[in-house]
């Protein structure tokens, strides 16, 4: 039976083991050989692989079903939950808009590191100001410029989900010798012996039966039945989305034997990681915050779990049983199970946080509140309009 995780146990297999991992099957919610929709890439394709998997000759055809940086969006997604319902309490970066929507046809509340591509160093964060100066110039900044691997302190002190889910500060004063901090938590959804559909056929069917050669004169707002076929500048109904539609796509899901959900913490990559004081660096202070690390990557994976799998459009997904941890601690040796629940993990992540405090390390309990620069406004504001008047799909 599986072992409940305690502060403890984590905190010896942060000083001692290699990793933890989970392994889950799951299957459609549907039922077993129920089609789903893989996600499309460039090229409107999807990821399709050819695995070599234990208990079979040969490699099996596979497809991602969800990406390791889908799900690591999913985890902080879960985090942002946890911290809006006050479950939790960790540090954030957060851009506030709110002085600025008066400007915008679509207000932006706020945007926070959990939100951004690529949390702390992302470009929207640089694109603001930390009290009377730009944020990478302010105090804040500047301590972010001389962070790294050998010294992690300035990102646990205001990002510390960074140093899990990883980050490049290509944007910042570097540029691309800016630091760089590997993922320690990976998460994949696989399905396992795939079989593809051919076509996706269909009509999306009008109730009002409107003809695709009724001529229509102006656009969406100002439309109206064209006097004369002949006219110039004439429409189609389908052209401001009126009458049925018929579709032909090569992506039409697949079915497969099963999923499988991999995730994978790996602790020697948060022992690599030093958290100095004031130049001082001392072995308890590093444990200490490598364990406050470990516990949110385990409640960020046990919350989105408890979200559930609902992956996009038909990909919903249901496991076949609970999440079970494998602490991977001794090579030869059977390694020991763990449940870990958002709760516990919750609870785990409060505990350690108050030791990290005790050995000397602290972080900030509230957001660090950044102010958009105004062209950044402008430009949020420009690429709205051109969004609304259908001038720019959003790709180059």
Not at 175 to 199: C, D, P, W
Not at 321 to 327: A, D, F, I, R, S
Request: aromatic share 6%; charged share 25%.
């Amino acid at each position: 039976m599986p072992e409940k995780l305690t502060l403890e146990i984590l905190s010896g297999a942060v000083a001692n083991a290699a990793a933890f991992r989970c392994r889950r099957t799951l299957q459609p919610a549907g039922g077993a050989g129920t089609k789903v929709f893989p996600p499309t890439y460039a090229g409107a394709v999807y990821a399709r692989e050819r695995r070599r998997l234990p208990g079979r000759v040969e490699p099996v055809e596979c497809v991602v079903i969800d990406s390791v940086q889908s799900q690591a969006n999913r985890m902080e997604e879960a985090l942002q939950d946890a911290v809006d319902n006050e479950r939790i309490k960790i540090p954030i970066v957060e851009v506030d808009f709110k002085t600025f929507n008066s400007n915008l046809i679509e207000p932006i509340r706020r945007l926070t590191s959990l939100q951004v591509p690529h949390r702390i160093s992302d470009a929207i964060l640089r694109d603001t100001t930390c009290g009377d100066k730009k944020f990478r110039e302010s105090e804040w900044g500047k301590r972010l410029d001389a962070a790294g691997s050998a010294n992690a302190t300035p990102i646990y002190q205001i990002c510390p989900t960074a140093l899990i889910f990883g980050m490049w500060d290509s944007t910042g004063p570097k540029g691309g010798l800016g630091m760089k901090i590997e993922r320690a938590i990976v998460s994949e959804v696989v399905g396992i012996g795939v079989e593809y559909a051919e076509k996706n056929r269909g009509v999306r069917r009008d109730p009002l039966e409107i003809r695709s050669g009724v001529p229509l004169e102006g656009g969406s707002a100002d439309w109206q039945v064209a006097a004369s076929v002949k006219a110039k500048g004439q429409s189609k109904p389908s052209e401001i989305n009126h009458g049925s539609v018929p579709f032909d796509s090569d992506n039409a899901g697949v079915t497969f034997e099963y999923c499988e959900q991999h995730t994978t913490l790996s602790i020697i990559a948060l022992r690599r990681l030093r958290f100095p004081i004031s130049g001082e660096e001392k072995r308890s202070t590093d444990g200490a915050a490598q364990v406050v690390l470990a516990a949110m990557a385990l409640f960020a994976a046990a919350s989105a779990a408890e979200k559930g799998l609902d992956l996009r459009s038909r990909c919903l997904l249901w496991p076949e049983g609970p999440m079970v941890w494998e602490l991977l601690e001794t090579p030869g040796v059977e390694p020991r199970k763990f449940t870990v629940t958002g709760d516990s993990a919750a609870a785990i992540l409060s505990d350690a946080v108050k030791a990290a405090t005790n050995a000397g390390i602290t972080w900030h309990d509230e957001p660090l509140v950044l102010t958009p620069l105004p062209q950044l406004v402008e430009l949020v504001r420009q690429s709205q309009m051109m969004t609304a008047a259908g001038g720019d799909d959003g790709e180059d």
